[in-house]
């Protein structure tokens, strides 16, 4: 599993809620803190023609941010919360700078989107708060980042509920599991890597790793589309790429990428926003092209074999790959027997579909 390590660096600050550093880092103590003491009008920072879309689900609240003025390249918008007094909210570390909600985006063709999570939020009474965008930009050369306009909208928070990393990462695991279940029953195997690659990279603490197990054994979720639009809202900075390479990663639990799985990732990877006429590229790219040749000579029938030959051969072959038959042999021995069944499987497959 040599990339499920890749996705961990930074992960919780990064891929969730986007990087503190750089530009940002720089201005932070002009807006996080300007929470607190508000910029000063007398620099004349101008108000910001926004456009501002909401969309909740079960957990938080989806910003989608669209600038009518053109925002320059390099541009970024720093979003924070304060309550009726204009004190910060405060959020858990991984959405939050100097312990205060914080969320940074690049603007990105005149617009900005990031995920506000109720539960790692930190505040006491439902209502309305305010959600402060701040635009800023460093110019080449310059030490200090240039302001360029700032913005306030209304903002309803709900009544407060307990923090779960493993509800946030609900939709991300869904996706994991629709690729391991794409062939029916996973292995233990592969459940093992699943629970252990969330347990580390996204520090899943001992006390909720029951939760976890409980998600694990749930009902695989059939609904790809928000499945993938969750984990795009969630996690805005988890580019599409690196999440299908993480499915590619899922669906070589057992041996090579299975037809079914292949199928899965490519739905999901349209539902992301990768044209169809690209898929080819990508497939090539996630190293997910098919392996089987010749699907009848991999099974030892011809193109004229019937529904009933090309069953019966699938099964004869299949019989001398179970695992009960090589669990004595050596890991090497094992793991080719894993690879020949998941090749044999989409031989038969193909070799089904191309009957009439």
Known sequence: MRWWGKIIGGLIGAIIAGPIGGLVGLALGAIADGAVVEIDPAK?????????????????????????????????????????RGRPVRAIDAFADRGNFVANRAIERGRSEFYVPFSALRYRKPGVYTLRTTVI??????????????????????????????????????????????????????????????????????????????LMHEPVVDDLHR?????????????????????????RCDGPPSRSARRQIKDIAIYLGIPENRWDEMEQRLDLMSKVADPWEMLGIDRAATVADIKKAYRTKLAGLHPDKVARMDPEIQELARTRTVELREAYEHALEDKP
Not at 185 to 204: A, Q, V
């Open 44 to 84: 004349n920072v101008p108000d910001l023609d926004v456009d501002v879309r909401l969309i909740d689900d079960e957990m938080g609240r989806f910003v989608q941010l669209y600038f009518k003025q053109d925002a320059p390249s390099g541009a970024v918008s720093v979003s924070i919360l304060v309550d009726g």
């Open 137 to 214: 930009m460093l110019a080449p050369g310059a030490d200090e980042p240039t302001t360029l306009g700032q913005t306030e909208v209304d903002f309803i928070l709900p009544t407060h509920q307990r923090w779960s990393r493993v509800d946030f990462l609900r939709p991300l695991m869904g996706l994991c599991l629709s690729v391991l279940h794409a062939d029916g029953s996973p292995s233990k195997r592969g459940i093992k890597l699943i629970r252990r690659f969330f347990i580390d990279s996204f520090e899943i603490p001992r006390a909720q790793r029951g939760e976890l197990d409980r």
């Open 227 to 251: 499945l993938s639009q969750g984990v795009k809202r969630r996690m805005p900075a988890l580019q599409p790429q690196e999440l299908l390479e993480l499915l590619a990663e899922v669906s």
